[in-house]
């Protein structure tokens, strides 16, 4: 009895001292990367990478926003909007790279904001869509990509709903759609026609008529 005490107290002290070193050398990587940072910029940062957000995400963020003349709120703003696309269970990396995008375009620091919550809001939508019809994570998170790319692309969101309604009463082929995803998203950004197995009429440059292909297949 005393063996099996020693050995489930050892495994405590050893599980709460890797969470110890880890938690450290994350805030330690914070402290490093944004040591002239205020409190506050720091402490949203440890708490984006503790949420999930990459530390070789949100720092680098952090410090190409202050390199383009970000204020201290707008700072806080564009961390608030990854910390909820995370909170959501949506990609932060579409997010993040919006912000990039935004800077390296010289694009005015409320712009690049607005551009954020954009994409973000892109992604619910998409995500929301993809989790009404399948349950499976990873599925949900193909076609949530698919959609907001597609909706990225030109797709209305009605339109949109209307695929994802198709689909639900498909649902016994997703599987089949999910194997045909490569084709379906070079169909939503390829100005071609879809191969001839697909037997649908893809007019130029559409994302709207590449997703009734998927459904289709």
């Known amino acids: 009895m005393s063996y099996k005490r020693s050995f489930w107290t050892t495994l405590v002290f050893l599980v709460g001292g890797l969470s110890l070193l880890a938690s450290k050398a994350f805030a330690d990587a914070v402290e490093q990367g944004l040591a002239q940072m205020p409190a506050p910029i720091k402490?949203?940062?440890r708490a984006m990478v503790q949420k999930g957000v990459p530390s070789e995400d949100a720092i680098p963020l952090i410090q190409a926003m202050i390199a383009n003349r970000f204020q201290e709120e707008q700072i806080l703003k564009a961390q608030a909007i990854v910390l909820e696309a995370q909170g959501r269970g949506l990609p932060t990396k579409p997010v993040i790279?919006?912000?990039f995008e935004g800077m390296a375009k010289q694009v005015a620091p409320e712009?690049?904001?607005q551009a954020m919550e954009a994409v973000s809001a892109r992604y619910a939508f998409a995500f929301d869509q993809?989790?009404?019809i399948t349950k499976n994570a990873e599925q949900a998170g193909r076609l949530g990509n698919m959609l907001a790319e597609s909706l990225a692309a030109g797709l209305k969101e009605q339109d949109a709903s209307?695929?994802?309604s198709q689909l639900q009463q498909k649902s016994p082929k997703l599987n089949h759609v999910w194997r045909w995803h490569g084709i379906c998203r070079d169909l939503v950004f390829l100005p071609l026609s879809p191969p001839r197995s697909l037997r649908?009429?893809?007019p130029m440059g559409l994302a709207?008529?590449?997703l009734r292909?998927?459904?289709s297949l």
Request: aromatic residues 4%; contains cysteine.
């Open 162 to 164: 209307r695929v994802i």
């Open 111 to 113: 712009r690049t904001l």
């Open 130 to 132: 993809a989790r009404s």
């Open 43 to 45: 402490d949203r940062t």
């Open 208 to 210: 709207r008529p590449a």
């Open 213 to 215: 292909a998927c459904i």
């Open 97 to 99: 790279n919006k912000a």
């Open 200 to 202: 649908v009429h893809y």
